[in-house]
């Protein structure tokens, strides 16, 4: 990390506590004068410092370090060589069993993609095949797609059940379901692969380290029951009346509104029920309506996908084939994408999210960045994109694309929004005092 972006840190963390440099400099046994040289970046912050000031201020390590952005305008692309220079192979009980790859990944975004191919060769699709070798499930999201002949395999209420896939289906997993991947059989005699697109969402290091802070026995009590909406809803509105210290007594007495009723139904209140219920408890009636996880796996044939001419069906510069995408993961997309016109293509798109793009194709394409820069992008290359970076395609060709939302969509997203364009540049960019002398 460079010198400046450290003493930016150093400075934001003293304007949050509130200490003038003399003040910093009383409690770290410093001079004010060297306290000024780190914050004007004259001198390094050194880690002994660090040590001395999350020792003595409710500071952790981590805010005095930030995010290294290893991308250049904008992107980061990771050749289909270099992807072939990381191959290895992993055994199961002795034996090969995944050949693995990896494809682009940055320390911007979470995306942890590999491609793998599938070594163990099954004659059956039993899914207790004493064969296949399960894994313990992990706890990054995984979004799989499928080339060629591959049994997916997985673990859910301790039954093992396994799915024939092919070219173009694709699945979504959720965290810690054992699963395994192993090639059928087949008379041309090839083995089948898939790019594993694993990735953490709004549960990352940061949010985490929270949560482990808090410790398990505190954490568990969060006990929101998420499984229908029905139950999603009344466990929302619970949680809220307790942070609102609003007893249902209370509740009664300033609204009328006899919670007992609403917990005794089966169904959802009507909107304007639940309008009113926010409109007491000074929330949004979305904080009472949270999603809910209906599929812990789920499944996508190719020949089911959705799909679409864009920018429409007169102009078909595209077509977009949706893959497998899930409500309560409303920012995580999956496409194929398909490149119609060989150089009339005239749409730009500048996508709200973190992307991650393979060339599943058998052709190069050329993307053009921020109106000027040329990248080539030829089959197996993949790419890591920046959020609301402009870009445009030319050229034949099929993409597989995820886009993930991070932990900077949803309310990081709107508290960001609340911002002024000046603030929010003060906030990526504070090096100001919190006041003035
Ligand atoms: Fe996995």
Redesign the pocket.
Known sequence: MTKKKINIKFKKILNDLKRRPEDAASDLGLTKKKILEILDGKRKLEFDLIEKAVKKWPVNFNEFFSVEDDTKNGYKIFKNKASNSTERKMYRAGYPYYLYKDTVMSKVSTFRPEWIQQLKIVKNSNPNNVGVRF?NG?FLH?FTYFIGPVNFYYKINNKKKVVKMNTGDSMYISPYIP?SFTTRENKKNVLGNIL?L?YADKLNTESLNEFSAIGYELTKRFNLNLKNKVNAFKSSLLYHLNNSSISKQNFFELSGIQLKEIFKKKKLPNSNVINRIANILKINSRDLLPPIQDHYVKIQKYNNNRSWYYPSMKKKEFLFVELTNLAHLPMSKAFELNILKENKNTTEFMIPTHQYLYNIGSTTIDITFDKKIKQKFDPGDSIYIKPNLIYKFKGKGKILILRIGGSISSDALYHLSWLSQNNLKRLLNDNKPWFNK
């Open positions: 894994n992990h995984q699963h594993a694993t």
